[in-house]
Structures are given as structure tokens and as C-alpha cells.
């Protein structure tokens, strides 16, 4: 079955960078997207960006522009993330999550998703 | 960007239906896709390209799109529904094309 298992919690301190990574089994990574979204405690969902696994496109949220980049390794099936210069209202759980394009359409939704980092800032 | 608007919160009692909406400017030209976030879990998604439900989901939960509003229905509602719902586009025509509402807390009484 497709699972997406996510590295485990990061405590940073702020202008530090940090690096989720999400391991993908049970489909080939390459047949799809990933797509990044975060959670602010108490807050709605914030999408982050999404890259093509067959071709490394991507394309980010403009106010993470600069300071996000998404990558996948096909020889290890995984996606990672890095955002850098961090600042406390970057603290967050980051999700990552397979995107699978509507049939015949360039539109993507999100079929499974990863179990979650958390990601602390703080001085 | 796009812009997709849910109410905060819609209370409904056990067994009753909830309705769920999401507005935006001519969704109806694009693909609606609903999410289930249940307290310290991960999304879920269990309504996609408007209507469309993935494996697994029961079928009490079904969504539809006319004209400038998509809605999540849930028939028979039971304890477990009780949760966050988001709405989500891809929207094309922008450079910040993955789109999510600000979720509707669903409550059973």
C-alpha cells in the first residue's frame, strides 16, 4: 500500500535551517508529484509548494519564495524539504503529501499524505 | 490568489446530515477536493475532483459543485465524523496554484 513516512521532530533556533525528508514505498515516485503543506498550532492548512518527482519542476508558495527548496532522489524514493532562515512563526507541523493529477487535467489533489514533523523554533 | 471560503463551524446532531460549503469565484470550472483532519491526525482526503470518493471512504460522504459553491455532504452522521474539513483547488491560472479554504470545524452534538 502507499505510505509516505516523514523524519522525525526538529527543534531549530530562529535564522537556523531545517531539512524534513518523506520516504514513499508502495508506488513509484516518479509517476507523481509531492506536494509540501504546513500547520500552524491552532491553524489551518498552508500549502507550501510541489515538485514533479519525474522531473524535478517546482513550484513554490510566493512568501516562502528564497527560503524553501523541495528535491526528490529517485534512488531512495524521497522527498525532501529544506527551509531556511527560520523564524518562530515557522514553527509548524510539515506535511508531505503524493499529488495525483484529476484524469486528463493539469488540476492536482492530495491522496495520502505523510504522518507529520514538527518543527520547533525557538531561541 | 484564489480565494476559498468555508464557515468555522457547522454543529450537527448524530444521525442528521451536515452540509459543508466552500465559495469561490467560478469554482465551478475547477476540481474541488475535500479533506478530513481529525484532532492530532493527518489529512485525509475523502471527496476528490468534486465528487469523485477514494476507496475506502464511506458513502455517506459525498460533494458536489454548482455554480459559485462546492459542497461536502455527510449523511447519517456519526461520532467519528467529528473533525476538520478542508476545501482544495489547483488553480492554474496562478503562480501559487495549490489552494486550501480555512477549514470548517464540524461538531456532533
Redesign the interface.
Known amino acids: 500500500q502507499v505510505q509516505l513516512v516523514q523524519s522525525g521532530a526538529e527543534v531549530k533556533k530562529p535564522g537556523a535551517s531545517v531539512q524534513v525528508s518523506c520516504k514513499a514505498s508502495g508506488y513509484t515516485l516518479t509517476n507523481y508529484g509531492i506536494?509540501w503543506?504546513r500547520q500552524a498550532p491552532g491553524q489551518?492548512?498552508?500549502?507550501?509548494?510541489?515538485i514533479s518527482a519525474h522531473n524535478g519542476y517546482t513550484?513554490n508558495?510566493?512568501n516562502l519564495q528564497g527560503r524553501v527548496t523541495m528535491t526528490t532522489d529517485t534512488s531512495t524514493n524521497t522527498a525532501h524539504m529544506e527551509l531556511r532562515s527560520l523564524r518562530s512563526d515557522d514553527a509548524a507541523v510539515y506535511?508531505c503529501?503524493r499529488a495525483?493529477a484529476?484524469?486528463g487535467?493539469?488540476?492536482?489533489?492530495?491522496?495520502?499524505?505523510?504522518?507529520?514533523t514538527l518543527v520547533t523554533v525557538s531561541s | 490568489?484564489y480565494v476559498l471560503t468555508q464557515p468555522p463551524s457547522v454543529s450537527v446532531a448524530p444521525g442528521q446530515t451536515a452540509t459543508v460549503t466552500c465559495g469561490g469565484d467560478n469554482i465551478r470550472s475547477?476540481?474541488v477536493?475535500w479533506?478530513q483532519?481529525k484532532s492530532g491526525q493527518?489529512?485525509?482526503?475523502v471527496v476528490?475532483?468534486d465528487s469523485d470518493r477514494?476507496s475506502g471512504i464511506p458513502e455517506r460522504f459525498s460533494g458536489s459543485n454548482v455554480g459559485n459553491t462546492a459542497t461536502l455532504t455527510i449523511s447519517r452522521v456519526e461520532a467519528g465524523d467529528e473533525a476538520?474539513y478542508?476545501c482544495?483547488?489547483?488553480d492554474?491560472s496562478s503562480?501559487?496554484?495549490?489552494?486550501?479554504?480555512?477549514?470548517t470545524k464540524v461538531t456532533v452534538l
Open positions: 506536494t503543506v489551518g492548512l498552508e500549502w507550501m509548494g510541489w513550484n508558495a510566493q506535511y503529501a495525483t484529476v484524469t487535467t493539469p488540476f492536482y489533489y492530495f491522496d495520502h499524505w505523510g504522518q507529520g | 490568489s475547477k476540481s477536493h479533506y483532519q493527518a489529512p485525509v482526503l476528490h475532483d477514494p476538520d478542508y482544495q483547488v489547483w492554474t503562480d501559487h496554484p495549490g489552494v486550501f479554504g480555512s477549514g
